[in-house]
């Protein structure tokens, strides 16, 4: 398997542009998170989704951040319209469902997003 | 809810020097915990893990034992290396909190040669 893939790796948005990030989990697993990473947050949980169901989005931070999972191998986050505070590296990771000892999660690569 | 705390960095250590990072956590239910590693540039990558008290989980000379009664997950090396050089981050998931994932803040470490 190739691993949680994220596209795009990099993106340069102007302030008020609409972003949408990407992520294909690794085929099987139940649980996918979106994770942002900035020097001053470290890495906060934005969303989840189990069987492609919204969890818990207690993290997203505001309504200009929306992230949908239509089918278990695909999942896009989207900011509208985005800002500069917005620039961060977004990671996106899934997980095989189960009991307790298979929780670990896989990471993608990210996306580092930069608003300007 | 569920939380990680752990040490706060920077840390900065000579080579074949002993690391610990420190990290305690907060869960309604069993949590399985973890170790992460992130090299610059990268995403993270699971460094060890332990899913149930006493257990010990290690790799590549890291270790950290889940300890219940204290609530802790402390990682260990004997002796450090340059290419140790990350953030590291603690981390439990929740199988009885619909698999909820939670991370410490990160902890970064320098070693120099």
């Known amino acids: 398997d190739a691993g949680v893939i994220q596209s795009p790796r990099h993106e340069v948005t102007e302030m008020g542009q609409e972003v949408t990030l990407r992520c294909k989990p690794i085929?099987?697993?139940?649980?996918l998170f979106w994770y942002r990473q900035t020097m001053m947050r470290g890495l906060e949980l934005l969303i989840y989704?189990?069987?492609?169901?919204?969890?818990?989005d207690s993290g997203m931070p505001e309504d200009r951040f929306s992230a949908k999972m239509p089918n278990a191998s695909f999942s896009t986050l989207k900011i509208q319209p985005s800002e500069p505070r917005d620039s961060a590296v977004y990671f996106c990771?899934?997980?095989?469902?189960?009991?307790?000892?298979?929780?670990?999660?896989?990471f993608g690569q990210g996306t580092r997003l930069t608003v300007v | 809810g569920d939380s990680v705390t752990q040490m706060e960095g920077p840390v900065t250590l000579s080579e074949e020097a002993f690391l610990t990072i420190n990290c305690t956590y907060t869960?309604?239910?069993?949590?399985?915990l973890f170790w992460y590693v992130q090299y610059p540039g990268e995403g993270l990558q699971l460094l060890l893990k332990?899913?149930?008290?006493?257990d010990k989980g290690s790799n590549k000379g890291f270790e950290a034992t889940y300890r219940k009664e204290t609530t802790s997950f402390h990682l260990e090396k004997g002796s450090v290396q340059v290419s140790d050089s990350a953030v590291y981050f603690c981390?439990?998931?929740?199988?009885?909190?619909?698999?909820?994932?939670?991370f410490g803040a990160g902890t970064r470490l320098t070693v120099k040669p």
């Open positions: 085929s099987g697993h139940n649980s």
């Open positions: 990771a899934s997980s095989p469902r189960g009991g307790p000892g298979s929780t670990e999660a896989f």
């Open positions: 981390a439990l998931s929740d199988p009885y909190n619909n698999n909820d994932m939670r």
């Open positions: 332990a899913t149930k008290a006493d």
């Open positions: 989704f189990n069987n492609n169901v919204p969890i818990d």
């Open positions: 869960a309604t239910g069993y949590p399985s």
